[in-house]
């Protein structure tokens, strides 16, 4: 066995009592990796080495979150032990008799490396039956509720008691969703790079990412409206651990610099330098609206039982938004050529929805606004794909600039036109249809090949110029 | 059934007997006494719970169905542990495991069975070394 008397501490005394086996995680002809729990805390003991007398053990603390995160391979055994909170590691020599005969205390960074698993150390075994039965599940709850923005919403107006009305309740889940979305696809923005991601389309894994980041509701009350929220990356196993980790980060930080925030000069200085003034908008505008005075409900964010108030969003003042979010400075024929568009847009879903004159007023004053258009034909310069059935896409307009972002081809287009954007993206999709045509099976690449399926899964009858 | 007094029926009901070619992670030599000892003959035995003595599996003789299969689980097992041929050997040894050598547990989807062997079972006889696994 490796001597480790030069670089360890030997306690008289084991020093985890109490502790009784949960499970054998990794069993080869006896135990290899073992789960001990006190009903509070959690051990792991990983066997490492042996002589003609003992079997050492590596035995270290590990959170629940972190070893359910381990099971469900999203973090490798080996980060387990690295990224623990524990500066000291127990090496444990274990006798014939079961007694735990040398007790080491070892700096992590002292440990031989020969005692450490490797970096592919991911939990490929069945995961034992205790971690997958509805126990399990609600540790998964309570996991993701640990980690959530836990809010209440109540009503001003004393009318209805303390029921919230319905819209008020959507417009806030709405807007969260808005910001934490644009959260999420800046910062991945900022903090990747194509580089960093030699096999994939950075895009594609964005527009993943970002779909993976759905909000969830793992806990509601009523009586008022509470419900926490926050987002799964437990489950999602397709992420590699840097990934998964930076979601993780991402969620948190996003509570801290977004949702708990407390404005002042130095966090506004700090705010301005991150993020560009379009940044800024999409991740605070949709939580400033939330948070008005004007509103008839108010959010206070709360404990996970939501009986503690931790605090409540407060109207954010003119001074600061004006900082944060300051007022475009657009030359007036951009200006106005950019509401005439939206009062297009504005007129077309009034009439549908039967709104009142009033409610199109409204919509001038936007900055923001998204529109679903739908058509059974793609069709551009003469050139047609006749669809199986309705198609469905957003055009989103955002101060003076229209978009259309369509992960799952892959496109996303901007245009200061509606027309241009809109025909921007079909003649896209028409040049993306004959480019796939045209490549044989070999020739595909796996993205182009799951490209020319959903295609495939939208189109007809295709009238297009080979 | 063994006399060992532990809890669970051992081996399980489930258990057959068969003949088919099996792997089994062994030392450099075939005759070296420790490739085929079940965890609870070894000394000291690789336990760190007074209940892992009164499991089946202690008694059990880990073996798999394919070459293939063995492979990748030491692969898997050695990412876990980089020490792990000093207590499951460093080998890999093809053999065959006759009806009466005793009966094994249902084959599981990695190809992995254990062997609770008859006293007429020998495999020091009938395995061979084919390679290192490193």
Redesign the interface.
Known sequence: MEDISNISFVSNSFPYIGFK?VSDL?????????H?SDNNRHLL??????D????R?LIFEVDKNSLLNYLYKNIS?LDLIIDNKQEFLLVTD???S?EFECNNLIKKDSLPS?????E???F???IPNIYTSNDAEREYLHALVNDSISFKIESKSKKYLSAVKVDNLLNVLKNIKQSFTSYVSINFKKDFSSDDFKNLNFDTLLSTIVKDSELLMPNLAYGSFCASITTDYLMSKEFSPIIQNWRKETFIKYRNEVIEIDYDVQILNVLTEKYDEMDRRAIYSPIIEISRETNDYKISITDSSFRKIRKTLKPVSKPIREKLLPKIQSPEIIKSESLFQIIGMAEKTAEELKLNKKSILETKELDYAELTQSTDTIAYKGEELYLKEIFEYKIIYDRGVFIIDYPPLDLHIESQSFDLVKNEFYKNIIELYKRLQKLAIDQLSISESSLKNRIAELVAIPNVID | MLDIGIAEICPPVECISTEMQAYRFTYETIEDKRNFEPVFAKNPRRFNDKSDAEKCSAFGISLYQSEAQAITKYIILKSIVQNIGKTIGTHLAKGIIYKHYGVITPIDEEGHFDLHESEECNLHNDFTVIQELV
């Open positions: 086996k990794i069993n080869h002809d006896g135990p290899i990796l073992s001990f003991y990983l066997w490492i080495d042996n003609l007398s003992y079997n053990w055994l274990i006798n014939e079961l020969v005692y450490l698993p490797t592919n150390s991911y490929e075994f069945k």
